[in-house]
């Protein structure tokens, strides 16, 4: 990993590819990284939008791990992973124009949520940027 963290090699990938579906493969597993762009790192909740998880159901891929950006891009950070089993048991659905009951916020399109203290620490995962 040429001496660097996990942290530096994602936030080097993603920073310039915000809202693009990235792959990392763990152990011979493939995990697909989900960016979020939030005004305060960490932010409590990471979301997948309903379509994405469905796409990543039929891709079959062993799980999600969760990275957090800076709307002004001047800070990115994982915040956690868990496998694709576990964000379905652990989220929560909400339907598009539901209104937040913990922010002001209106979901634009069918969304799941999970709180990053349900998500696994990222520093336990072996991580291999795939190309």
């Not at 993603?14 to 989900?34: A, Q, R, S, T």
């Not at 496998?83 to 937040?100: A, I, M, P, R, Y």
Request: charged share 35%.
């Amino acid at each position: 990993m040429n001496g660097k963290t996990p942290e530096e090699l994602m936030k080097e990938k993603l920073l310039n590819k915000f809202g693009d579906d990235i792959d990392i493969l763990i152990e011979e597993k493939v995990y697909e990284i989900k960016t979020m762009a939030v005004n305060k790192i960490p932010f409590q909740k990471c979301n997948v939008m309903k379509e994405n998880l469905e796409k990543a159901i039929k891709k079959k891929i062993h799980g999600f791990i969760f990275f957090q950006i800076k709307k002004d891009g001047s800070e990115g950070k994982p915040v956690g992973w868990c496998t694709l089993e576990e964000f379905v048991e652990k989220s929560e659905f909400h339907n598009e124009g539901e209104c937040c009951s913990w922010r002001h916020f209106i979901y634009s399109c069918d969304t799941y949520d999970i709180d990053i203290e349900k998500l696994h620490d990222i520093n336990e995962l072996n991580l291999k940027l795939l190309k």
